[in-house]
C-alpha cells in the first residue's frame, strides 16, 4: 500500500472513498462544506440515529453521485472524544484501511481536520492502517482475502512526509518481523535466519555469525546443549548498529528457538505446530536493527540472536545434564524444555563483552505467562527500576503493553541445584518469575530488561492492526525504548 500526503480539498479529492474520521456526539462537525454538497445527507444520517460514531469499530458508507469528487464517503466512527489517544488512533487507521479493502476500493483518502483539531499525529493512523493490511501469503497458490488497497492519499496542510516516512518503515519492520515468525519452521531454520540477518550487512551493520565450532572455543555450552538433537547446525548470530561514535550501545537479545519441541522433555503434540514461532524475540531484534537503520537513528545497537532447534535426537542433552556457560557458571538441566534460558544465559553473558549500558532480552520464555497475563502484556522483569521506567514510556506510547512482575531474592532459592551453581526449572510455582531469575544471574550489574513475550507473540484473533498469527510484538516497543535511551 502506497501512502502519500496532500495539500487539497477533500472535495476536490478523487478517490474510491474519502474517510472521515467522527467523534461520538459531534456530528458532522470538521466536514460542514462536504455536508452542504451532498444537500445534508451526511448530517442526516448523525441526525437520524443510523449512525452514532461510536467506538465499535463501525463505519458507514455514502454515495456522492458525483456531488464531490470522491466517489464515497467512508464516515469513521472513533467513539467519544475523551476516551480517545494514539492507539485509538492506529486502530481507527487499520479499521478504515479495512473496510476500504471489503469495499473492493483501490484508492482510498483520509481527512485530517478532526486529527488537526485533536492534536493527533496522522502518521499514527497511517501506522495502524500499513500493518492492518498485513497478510502472509507466501504458501499460498492463489491469494487469499481479496487485493490489498494500494493506495491511501492523506489530506493535510502539514508538512507530513517526514512522519508518514517514518511509520512507513516502522510497520515494514513489523511486517518483516511476522513474516519470520509465520515461515514455518522447515524453511525458517536456524541458518536461513542467520542469512536474513545477513541482508542487512553493510555500511552502517555489520553482522557476525559464530558457527558450532567457535561456539565451543567461546565457551558456550548451555546454547550448544540445547543445539546438540537437531541436525541443523546452530547459528549464533551477532549485528552490530553503531553510528554513534564514542558511546555504549544498547544490546537486545532475541531468543531464536527456530523450533522448540521441548526436546527429550518433549511436549504434547497437541498444539507443537505453534513452536515455530518460538524465535519471535529474534525476529523483532532483526526487525529494530531494519528499522533503526534504514531512519539512520542515532542509537548504538547490538543485537544478539542465539540461534538453534530444541529436538530430541541421538546426542540430544538429557535431564540431568549439566552445561557451563559463557562467563562458566554450570547449569544443571533439569527439563530440556526449559531451553529459553539456556541459550539466553550464554547470549547474555556474551553481549557483556560489548560493555553495554542495557541490555534486554525478549523471549517467549514461558507459558505461565499467559497464565499470568493472558494475551494483553508483555511480562517484564530487572535489575535496574530506571531501565524498567524506560520501557514502561515507551510501552505507554507504542501501546505495546508491559506490565512489571517481580523478582524477589526468595525465588534465587527456587533454581539451587544440589551438584550446579543452578538448575534450569524451579518447578510449577512462580515458573514466570523463576524464568527471569535465572537470567537475572547471568545479567550480573549490567543494568536489564527481561521481556516475556510468549503470550503476545502470536494472537488467534484478528485486531484492528494485527491480523491473526505472528504479532511482530517488540519491534515497535523497543524503537521506542532504544530512543528514549539515547535521547538523554
Ligand atoms: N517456548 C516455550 C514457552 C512457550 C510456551 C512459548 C507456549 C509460547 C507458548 C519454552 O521454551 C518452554 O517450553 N517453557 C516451559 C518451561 C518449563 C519446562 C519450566 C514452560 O513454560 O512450560
Ligand atoms: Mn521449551
Ligand atoms: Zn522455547
Request: glycine share 12%; with cysteine.
Amino acid at each position: 500500500m502506497k501512502v502519500l500526503s496532500k495539500d487539497i480539498n477533500e472535495p476536490d479529492c478523487e478517490c474510491g472513498a474519502l474517510v472521515l474520521p467522527c467523534f461520538e456526539g459531534e456530528g458532522i462537525k470538521f466536514y460542514e462544506d462536504i455536508d452542504r454538497a451532498l444537500d445534508g445527507v451526511p448530517s442526516g444520517i448523525f441526525e437520524s440515529g443510523e449512525f452514532r460514531a461510536k467506538a465499535d469499530g463501525k463505519s458507514y458508507v455514502v454515495q456522492t453521485f458525483g456531488k464531490i469528487k470522491p466517489a464515497r464517503l467512508l464516515l469513521l466512527g472513533l467513539g467519544k472524544r475523551d476516551a480517545f489517544g494514539r492507539d485509538r488512533l492506529r486502530q481507527a487507521g487499520g479499521r478504515a484501511a479495512s473496510a476500504l479493502k471489503g469495499l473492493g476500493i483501490k484508492e482510498g483518502a483520509v481527512s485530517t481536520r478532526l486529527m488537526a483539531d485533536a492534536d493527533l499525529d496522522p502518521a499514527d493512523f497511517v501506522e495502524g492502517a500499513l500493518l492492518s493490511q498485513y497478510r502472509f501469503g507466501a504458501y499460498r497458490k492463489e491469494e487469499n482475502g481479496g487485493r490489498e488497497l494500494e493506495g491511501l492519499t492523506v489530506l493535510t496542510k502539514e508538512d507530513l512526509e517526514a512522519r508518514i516516512g517514518r511509520a512507513g518503515i516502522i510497520a515494514g519492520a513489523v511486517k518483516f518481523a511476522r513474516d519470520l515468525v509465520n515461515t514455518p519452521a522447515n524453511d525458517m531454520t536456524p541458518l536461513v535466519l542467520a542469512r536474513t540477518a545477513m541482508q542487512f550487512a553493510g555500511e552502517s551493520v555489520k553482522v557476525t555469525v559464530i558457527e558450532k565450532d567457535e561456539a565451543e572455543k567461546l565457551g558456550m555450552g548451555a546454547y550448544l546443549s540445547v543445539a546438540r538433537g537437531s541436525l541443523e547446525p546452530p547459528m549464533f548470530i551477532v549485528l552490530s548498529y553503531l553510528p554513534v561514535k564514542d558511546s555504549a550501545p544498547v544490546a537486545l537479545i532475541g531468543k531464536s528457538i527456530t523450533f522448540d519441541s521441548g526436546g527429550i522433555s518433549l511436549k504434547p503434540s497437541d498444539g507443537m505446530e505453534k513452536m515455530k514461532y518460538d524465535m519471535a524475540g529474534g525476529a523483532a531484534v532483526l526487525g529494530v536493527i531494519k528499522a533503526a537503520s534504514e531512519m539512520k537513528m542515532p542509537v548504538n545497537i547490538i543485537a544478539v540472536l542465539p540461534a538453534t532447534e530444541n529436538l530430541p535426537g541421538g546426542h540430544a542433552t538429557r535431564p540431568g545434564d549439566v552445561a557451563r556457560t559463557v562467563e562458566g557458571k554450570t547449569v544443571e538441566i533439569i527439563n530440556t524444555d526449559a531451553e529459553g534460558r539456556l541459550v539466553l544465559a550464554d547470549a547474555i553473558g556474551y553481549s557483556k563483552r560489548f560493555n553495554p549500558k542495557a541490555m534486554v532480552d525478549i523471549a517467549t520464555l514461558t507459558g505461565a505467562c499467559s497464565i499470568a497475563l493472558g494475551n494483553e502484556a508483555i511480562a517484564m522483569m530487572g535489575n535496574d527500576e530506571q531501565l524498567i521506567g524506560r520501557m514502561k514510556a515507551a510501552s505507554d506510547e507504542t501501546a505495546e503493553r508491559v506490565w512489571q512482575m517481580p523478582l524477589y531474592e526468595e525465588y534465587g532459592e527456587y533454581i539451587k541445584s544440589d551438584i550446579a551453581d543452578l538448575k534450569n526449572t524451579g518447578g510449577r510455582s512462580g515458573s514466570l518469575v523463576t524464568a527471569a531469575y535465572f537470567l537475572k544471574e547471568f545479567a550480573g550489574k549490567t543494568p536489564w530488561v527481561h521481556l516475556d513475550i510468549a503470550s503476545t507473540a502470536w494472537t488467534d484473533k484478528d485486531k484492528p492492526y494485527i491480523p491473526k498469527g505472528a504479532t511482530g510484538i517488540g519491534v515497535r516497543l523497543l524503537l521506542e525504548f532504544v530512543r528514549g535511551v539515547f535521547a538523554l
